[in-house]
């Protein structure tokens, strides 16, 4: 499954920024959906995840209260919106989709993605 990605860009500090996430040629409710972030010289780390039903969010706790993921049905896409940013939310977000295959879900462990986006950059200036 490719997992197709937009809405990167520069944002001034205390600005708002909204990504999304589509995969490609199929529903995106078939999965769990999240967004991870690489920034220069650090691990992949996790930002925030939904349920295939959106019924069910989570959050890292550098982004809880800024950030807002959701998905959009009509367009198929799983959208944070990103508020409030700050310079050290400066990364490379990438996508993650999780199969729903029974076992066991583990939103915020990079290692169990079964689905990345290729990148897309968010720059945040002070």
């Known amino acids: 499954v490719q997992l197709v990605e937009s809405g990167g860009g520069l944002a001034q500090t205390g600005g708002s920024l909204r990504l999304s996430c589509a995969p490609s040629?199929?529903?995106?409710?078939?999965?769990?959906m999240g967004w991870f972030r690489q920034a220069p010289g650090k691990e992949r780390e996790f930002v925030a995840a939904?349920?295939?039903?959106?019924?069910?969010?989570y959050y890292a706790d550098s982004v809880k209260g800024r950030f807002a993921i959701s998905r959009n049905t009509a367009k198929n896409t799983v959208d944070p919106q990103m508020n409030s940013l700050k310079p050290e939310d400066t990364a490379v977000y990438y996508c993650?989709?999780?199969?729903?295959?029974?076992?066991?879900?583990?939103?915020?462990?990079?290692?169990?993605?079964?689905?990345w986006g290729q990148g897309t950059l968010v720059t945040v200036s002070s």
């Open positions: 040629g199929r529903s995106s409710s078939d999965y769990h």
């Open positions: 939904i349920t295939w039903s959106g019924g069910n969010t």
């Open positions: 993650a989709g999780w199969a729903l295959d029974g076992s066991g879900w583990f939103p915020t462990d990079s290692t169990r993605v079964n689905y």
